[in-house]
């Protein structure tokens, strides 16, 4: 795709200035989202970002300013995604409901904010005739999977989760629009991703479980889960990286590192950077924190790796950096 880019001339404050793409980031204003806007922005593409603030935060984005244009609507609102479209070049569709748990209270939520939205998403894309996709993916599509680390091309897929449904629902909608409108597609598989910004997930939690009770921290399950996991500016960089140097049709990638961490040592690690001593750490029992949660997952990262990329933290650096991060933001 790189040598495919062509140089577009916009105005800004009334000079010219030299981007790469248009781009449309969906879900830009929120965590990993934002992290993205940054990485394009930096590397010179117009960005418009489509976010219905459910979950997306302003101050996200306040640093780039008018250098992008934002747009608040909802993707269930196909006329708003296709006056969104006009003139976009590549999509980066990042928007999904963040919370796996919701699934199991509000049980259609998934299939709006996942699988109906990015009909939506292609629907627009064809009336406009953008051609290029990159799809927030998840490990989740993968099940209870019986091989680790799990490869690109394991199967067959079976999710136990509403969200993981919705995912893998995405992927087959993305790939029949690549089939039958001759898209092209990039499906990225994320392993839980941390950081900065987060604004949900177990590190988030146990802060501020521990922002309440410093002497004990709550911990769903026996603490033996265990998961791969990846920085989230590692995870921008990476999608970014495989649209300029991958060109198949459909272009599917596991995004994660080659270890996992246990919630058990997230739990220790949160701790020692809290500082706080004597905190009597509980778990509630079984095999898994809620309804729908893979007790492991281990995905295999060879393919990333092969086109060059490095990530700059494993797993418990990750972690580690994220939970030292989010105790600064949130104020612990």
Known sequence: MKSKILMNVGLKNNSPVAYLMNVLVTGGAGFIGSHLVDRLVARGDAVTVFDNMSSGRQEFLAHHGDSIQFIEGD????????????????????AANPDIRLGTRVTDTDLKQGTVATYNVL???????????????????????????????????????????????????????????????????FANIVGARGTH???????????????????????????????????????????????????????????????????????????????????????RGWAGDVPKTMLDPTTLYATGFEPNYNSEESIRHTASTLIQEIGL
């Open 75 to 94: 993707l269930l609102d196909i006329d708003a995604v296709k006056s969104a479209m006009v003139g976009i070049e590549l999509v980066f569709h990042l």
């Open 201 to 287: 997930g177990v590190i988030f939690d146990f802060i501020h479980k521990l922002k309440a009770d410093s002497t004990r921290l709550e911990v769903l399950g026996n603490g033996r889960q265990e998961k791969s996991y990846m920085e989230v500016m590692d995870c921008a960089r990476a999608m970014v990286h495989l649209t300029e140097t991958t060109d198949e049709q459909i272009n599917c990638f596991n995004l994660g590192t080659h270890d996992t961490c246990s919630v058990r040592r997230i739990a220790e690690i949160v701790v020692e950077e809290t500082g706080f001593e004597n905190v009597s750490i509980e778990y509630t029992g079984g095999d």
């Open 123 to 189: 629907e627009a894309m064809r009336c406009a005739d953008v051609k290029n996709i990159a799809f927030s993916s998840s490990s989740v599509v993968y099940g209870e999977a019986l091989e680790m680390p799990t490869p690109e091309s394991y199967g067959p897929l079976f999710p136990i989760s509403l969200y993981g449904a919705s995912k893998l629902g995405s992927e087959a909608l993305i790939t029949s629009w690549v089939g039958t409108f001759g898209l092209k597609a990039w499906l990225f598989r």
